[in-house]
């Protein structure tokens, strides 16, 4: 009878614990969300390990890893709050590399309307764009309206969202005519807007400065065998398929690598 | 000095908010508890819950929704526009609506606990000794439930005050016109101005425990259970 006891509680103890399995806990800004789902189920079929998701604007992220929030990697979505963590010794020595380049794009819920001949004419009467004081896609707006001297006539008609999410939200409940967004939002809206359709302009990238999205591995990290896999997986070609098939771009240098 | 030009105006804006709220559901609310103290009707509990609603929903769930139907295809929108007062989301205005729904309870519940608590005894007393059912709500209602209508516009005013996910939701964050103290405390922590965040979060509570001790030293002698708290 003891015996059966142990087999049965070992079979259950070895249930619960797979061969070599261990946790890794990857917060990802909220706009990035969306491919880290992507890359889990990728990362998942191919490893042991699984990754427990957790989501939120960069901002939050940061302040949540000051306090010491069980995170191992972080994705963010701008290069300055993983560059001040990094500042703040709470990064694993050069554990920060860029997995993500944005693309902005204009957008509008009107399938008529061509966007860009009519940010350049004004024929709107809201615009939304993502704040610039916290999200760099709204810094890459910000600046393009300025390169394209529209400043100073759009100014008073902007509306800024708190992330490029609502922004998003503020074209589709059509509250604004037009507004800034990213590449990669365009794949979650349903039905699929047609890349070339007039309603969508790809700003070109020279038009703003490039929006850099660093990944961090955290210093408590370092220890963890499923963050360190995950960590080699994000540099992989296979992530970085992904990654680029969501619309973003990779940093030339790191490719082939 | 920590505090910008730009979080002055965010107080600023927060307070006239607040107050505009809370005169106008004074006024909005005291027919609907008088209503819901009085009647006998089967739709009662129907509007009692509509009444409660707002405290259900979260209030970016809300601020969604509000964002839906004031929008142009929505049904207040269209409202709106076709009364050519344009649409209602980024504008103080939109604001002043949508927290009219959002802090409707806080303001009926304390009035309408007070008067149930007056009873039907004063007014039956009053109207044997000949007051009109005007001369009986500004003599007998309105002095009886007065602690009732204090809690009711504190918490109406402080509700509106701390409103912050409605407000994310619908108002865009325009300066002086939507970017209300919540809102920018907010803004403040997401780009990381901590230290921006701490001094208007101190101004904020500051001045909340102020005004709301010295209404309440003001009115030591308010039963609780009247008064709804």
Redesign the interface.
């Known amino acids: 009878m003891h015996v059966l006891r142990l087999i049965t509680f070992n079979l259950l103890l070895s249930l619960c614990l797979p061969l070599h399995s261990e946790t890794v806990t990857l917060a990802v800004a909220s706009n990035f969300k969306h491919t880290a789902l992507q890359l889990k189920k990728s990362f998942e079929e191919t490893h042991t390990h699984r990754i427990r998701l957790v989501s939120a604007?960069s901002?939050?992220l940061?302040?949540q890893i000051l306090q010491k929030a069980p995170f191992d990697i972080f994705l963010s979505a701008d290069q300055h709050?993983p560059q001040?963590l990094q500042q703040q010794g709470l990064i694993a020595d050069k554990r920060r590399f860029t997995y993500a380049i944005g693309q902005l794009v204009l957008f509008s819920a009107d399938k008529e309307l061509d966007v860009k001949h009519c940010l350049m004419q004004g024929c709107y009467k809201?615009l939304?764009l993502a704040?610039a004081?916290?999200a760099p896609y709204g810094v890459a707006a910000e600046q393009t309206l300025k390169n394209l001297t529209l400043k100073k006539s759009t100014n008073k008609r902007l509306?800024?969202?708190?992330n490029i999410n609502?922004s998003l939200?503020?074209i589709l409940?059509?509250?604004v005519e037009l507004g800034f967004i990213a590449a990669s939002q365009l794949k979650q809206i349903k039905p699929l807007p047609a890349p070339d359709s007039k309603n969508i302009w790809q700003v070109a990238e020279s038009l703003y400065p490039p929006i850099l999205q660093d990944a961090v591995l955290l210093k408590t990290a370092e220890t963890n065998p499923a963050a360190l896999a995950l960590w080699d997986f994000l540099q992989s070609s296979a992530a970085q398929g992904i990654i680029k098939a969501a619309s973003y771009h990779i940093p030339s240098a790191d490719t082939g690598q | 000095m920590l505090l910008s030009q730009e979080d002055l105006q965010a107080i600023w804006l927060t307070l006239k908010l607040a107050s505009l709220v809370t005169v106008l559901l004074l006024i909005i609310a005291t027919p609907i508890a008088w209503w819901l103290s009085q009647t006998h009707s089967p739709l009662k509990p129907f509007i009692s819950a509509i009444v409660a609603l707002p405290l259900v929903l979260p209030p970016t769930v809300l601020g969604?929704y509000l964002?839906?139907v004031?929008?142009?295809?929505g049904f207040i929108g269209q409202i709106t526009n076709s009364l050519g007062l344009g649409?209602l989301?980024?504008t103080f205005a939109g604001l002043v609506f949508a927290s009219l729904f959002y802090s409707l309870p806080f303001v009926v519940q304390p009035i309408q606990n007070a008067m149930l608590a007056m009873g039907k005894r004063p007014l039956e007393v009053a109207a044997t000794l000949r007051a009109s059912p005007i001369d009986q709500f500004f003599n007998v209602v309105l002095p009886l439930c007065k602690p009732g209508f204090i809690s009711a516009a504190i918490l109406g005013f402080a509700h509106t005050v701390g409103e912050f996910g409605v407000i994310?939701?619908i108002g865009?964050?325009?300066p002086g016109e939507t970017r209300v103290a919540s809102v920018q405390i907010y803004?403040h922590?997401?780009?990381?101005n901590y230290a921006n965040a701490h001094a208007l979060s101190l101004v904020l509570l500051v001045f909340s425990f102020i005004v709301l001790s010295a209404v309440y030293s003001l009115n030591r002698n308010i039963k609780p259970s009247i008064a709804g708290l």
């Open positions: 604007s901002g939050k940061y302040a709050k001040r809201k939304a704040n004081q916290h509306i800024r969202a708190e609502q939200q503020f409940s059509k509250n | 969604f964002l839906l004031m929008g142009p295809e649409l989301p980024f994310l939701m865009g964050n325009i803004d922590v997401e780009s990381l």
